[in-house]
């Protein structure tokens, strides 16, 4: 077997690790990609001025934000685009719903996505773009521009 040196930075300090390919490829090599898409997507999302909230959390967070509204106006919106939102993911098919949840709220690719439910990738990415369409179209119903 060979083997690997891989280097792995926290703060100032740096390791140099020699790891064998076996080690490499079930540990360290996931775990780098995985850093690298949350990487791009951060920043991704940075760039065009959002912030990392998924439906579930924007959900718990509500009740939270109620308390620290700074005018009623806010809390209106939220609450109104909160229902709007609730509307929509109820207007979904459950299989649709789950899907929705995973890639769009949970940042989950559709590759893990299809590996965990034993379909097939294009199947799915297919499926997320209908899904896609279908809250597009609902929200602009509920007058809200997408």
Request: hydrophobic share 35%.
């Amino acid at each position: 077997m060979s083997d690997r040196k891989i280097t792995v930075r926290s703060g100032n300090e740096e390791f140099t690790l020699d790891v064998t390919e076996e080690e490499y490829q079930r540990y360290y090599r996931p775990w780098w990609q995985m850093k690298k898409r949350e990487q791009r997507n951060r920043e991704a999302m940075e760039l065009n001025g959002y912030t990392e909230e998924s439906y579930e959390e924007w959900k718990e967070n509500d009740m939270r934000s109620e308390l620290f509204a700074e005018s009623m106006e806010e809390l209106a919106e939220r609450k109104m685009l909160l229902n709007v939102l609730r509307d929509a993911m109820d207007s979904l098919m459950p299989e649709e719903r789950e899907l929705a949840m995973k890639v769009f709220g949970e940042e989950m690719s559709i590759c893990e996505f299809a590996k965990s439910k034993g379909e097939n990738r294009r199947t799915l990415a297919f499926r997320k773009n209908k899904v896609m369409e279908k809250l597009r179209h609902f929200f602009r119903e509920q007058g809200i521009d997408v």
